[in-house]
């Protein structure tokens, strides 16, 4: 008998060890809500950020791969994701005294706009399933 699970578990180990990691899995089992969410800050940074650097760019990326794990409506959802960023993202900020007049904030303003109950309430109007369900669950192996 212990040969026999020392063996299973020798094979199931080896199969295990021959698996990679799924990159994607934090996504595939955040609520759909907190995908959107993530999605647009990733959006509002690269919207803020030097469009011609590689970390705008970087962003944009993340946020259009955040987008496939997720039932979102393309059709309306990202004209009004942008609407909403665009409310955020423009408004200056006064820091420590020391900090120069010219930093906008604009990280701030992605952070503010990540935690706003407008965020909240709209990423449950860009889903077509519900909010509350993850891609694992409607999408079992």
């Known amino acids: 008998m212990r040969i026999a699970c020392l063996g299973l578990l020798l094979v199931c180990s080896s199969v ?3 698996q990679k990691e799924d990159p994607m899995a934090f996504i595939k089992n955040m609520p759909y809500t907190q995908v959107v969410k993530d999605m647009t800050l990733a959006r509002c940074i690269a919207q803020v950020a030097d ?3 590689p970390y705008s760019l970087d962003a944009a990326r993340s946020a ?3 987008r496939e794990w997720m039932p979102f409506d ?6 009004k994701i942008n609407a909403l960023i665009n409310q ?3 408004t200056t ?3 420590h005294t020391e900090s120069p007049q010219k930093v906008k904030g604009l990280t701030l303003n992605c952070l503010r706009l990540y ?3 407008e965020l909240d309430k709209l990423a449950k ?6 909010p509350q369900h993850t891609w694992q669950q409607d999408n079992p192996n």
């Open 115 to 117: 935690h706003s109950p």
């Open 51 to 53: 469009p011609k650097s």
């Open 74 to 79: 393309i059709e309306n959802g990202d004209a």
């Open 93 to 95: 900020h006064q820091f």
């Open 125 to 130: 109007e860009v889903l077509l399933k519900n």
């Open 88 to 90: 955020f993202k423009g």
């Open 64 to 66: 259009n791969a955040m």
């Open 16 to 18: 295990l060890a021959g």
